[in-house]
Nanobody
Framework: DVQLVESGGGLVQPGGSLRLSCATSGFTFDDYALGWIRQAPGKGPEWVSDINWSGDVTNYPDSVNGRFTVSRDNAKNTMFLQMNSLGPEDSAMYYC?????????????WGRGTQVTVS
């Protein structure tokens, strides 16, 4: 079975940093692009980053560009999201997702999420 397990969330003060991890199993990790999507209470899902199969192409929306950095370790089947200069607007459940191809083509499988609260 495909498993995506996020960790690293928590409570942080404004201006602080967190590093999220996504440990995966059950599929050929370096065959797929991955991403992070967040959802705040009462709001729809918001894409916050994606990374291609090799890790050399990454994308971000304007809302996090320059503050968030996505990376992956294909040897460890793990993806990361380094989040700096966090603000209350970044509070949300953060989900690790796989795409359907080696380059990002939208989310396919989702993890259960890790909560980030900035307060």
């Amino acid at each position: 079975d495909v498993q995506l397990v996020e960790s690293g969330g928590g409570l942080v003060q404004p201006g602080g940093s967190l590093r999220l991890s996504c440990a995966t199993s059950g599929f050929t990790f370096d065959d797929y692009a991955l991403g992070w999507i967040r959802q705040a209470p009462g709001k729809g899902p918001e894409w916050v980053s994606d990374i291609n199969w090799s890790g050399d192409v990454t994308n971000y929306p304007d809302s996090v560009n320059g503050r968030f950095t996505v990376s992956r370790d294909n040897a460890k089947n793990t993806m990361f999201l380094q989040m700096n200069s966090l603000g209350p607007e970044d509070s949300a459940m953060y989900y690790c997702v796989t795409s359907i191809a080696a380059r990002w083509a939208g989310p396919n499988r989702w993890g259960r999420g890790t909560q980030v609260t900035v307060s």
